[in-house]
């Protein structure tokens, strides 16, 4: 595989994945077959994604730092023309009938529009700034455009205008749609979450919480399920989208950011782009982690399914729910460990994956243990057992955003609260929940007077400093020395002066875990000659 590869996409076929390495300005194309890179393109500058023409004869390369889509002919692999377009071109999307490709510019403020007959641009679009994904619906009429900084562009693509804007969750950059096209889930890096549009309205249906540095997602051919690469954790999540919620976290290589679905939907292929590799995932048990005690909804999906007499679990037999030729739904029975999922239909009996029984997780700790009512960017450490593939972390009412998980310890980031307060720490993973750990939400703290606010430089002297939020003082300091101190309500806090070399008037700090709040003490020198 090529340095940072980014974008994947596969022929209408399935046969073959092609892969933009951004680092090292190449394509690679993949046989799905035996999983190994048969070719490698060389590309300009930054190539960040590759589309392919409905046909499979043509693959559309956005070739970020030249400016440029390279079409490439793919029975031969060689480059048919060069296009230039705006600044900083992302990713592409061609028409279901192949007549016309759009093309996001992440540096510029428009998407092009080229004609694939000329290799030319016909128009440009103005969206605003910030253009990343881009999807076309299955009849060809709109364009969908997820810009960070404008929300989600919906372009007419008869007369090539802008006709709506859909104002989704915090920094919109990726899109997909549903197979029928009457849903568009779209990737919000910066609140970590879905956004669940209804495209007969255009209106958000739903917000779906992941993890952090949600990138691009994927739905599979039966529209069942959503899979979303975190980058940051490493994880791709994986949403039912008829309860549209996350059932599973999986994890992956360093970085994930493409992935896509094999038309079959029996496999899953994740592009690890701090790792450089692209990861196979077997997406015919979804999900394939489940409770000890059984209960949960798992689609198996597979070929000449219909009419399934028995799906079982080991040797539990699961209760069937739906049944078609590419996929049956079953309620998992109670197990442990990891066992087979076998389906038994008139033409025999045959193993369609693994199922992973997960213990329930615990908790033992938390640190830091209380943070302030708007959230905050630092890390905060859970430790426990049993961890590995968290799904959610709550504190109280608010989605906490997963940063890293191990098998012991997960990191989060607290998000905005309804107000202070002690609330539960829950943890969610595909074993079960957990609570027992408890977060504090604090307030700001405010210094409105230090009495006595002088003292002598030989320091000693017991000063009451009152103010507000102050039950959670972590430090007093008198110009930056640690004193002594005692917490004696939310409004009043005693400190020891330390001593001082020198008179004068210093500031009194008083350190919490969200703010840093002062006031000033005076130190007076003794008598001299």
Known sequence: MGNTPEGITLTPDGARAYVANRGSNTVSVI??????????????????DVAISPDGTRAYVAVFDDGLVSVFDLASNTLIADIPVGAGPVMAAVTPDGTRAYVTQQADTTVSVIDTATNTVTTTIPVGVGGTGVVITPDGTRAYVACFSAGVRVIDTATNTVTTTITTGDVPILLALSPDGTRLYVTNVGSATVSVVDTATNTVIDDVGVSAQARFPAVSPDGAHVLVGNSLPDTVSVIDTATLTVVENIGVGAGPTGLVFSPDGTRAYVVNSEASTVGV?????????????????????????????AVRFGIAQAGITANTDTSVTVTEPAGSGAVPVTVTTAGGTGILGTFYYVPPPALTGISPDSGPVAGSDDEITLTGRNLAGAIDVYFGTSRAVIQSVSDTEITVRATTAPGPGGVPVTVRTAGGSVQGLTYTYVSSSTVTGISPNSGPSSGGTVVTITGTGLSYTEQVTFNGTPAPFEIVSDTAVTAVSPPSGAAGTVPVTVTGPVDSPTGSFTYIGGPGI
Do not use: E, K
């Not at 799905?32 to 930054?46: E, F, M, Q, S």
């Open 281 to 309: 995932l077997a997406t015919t048990v979804l999900p394939d982690q489940g409770s000890t005690a059984g209960g949960g909804t798992v689609t198996v999906t597979g070929h000449h399914l219909a009419n399934a007499t």
């Open 31 to 48: 046989d799905t077959a035996t999983n190994t890179v048969i070719d490698t393109i060389a590309t300009g500058a930054g190539p960040t």
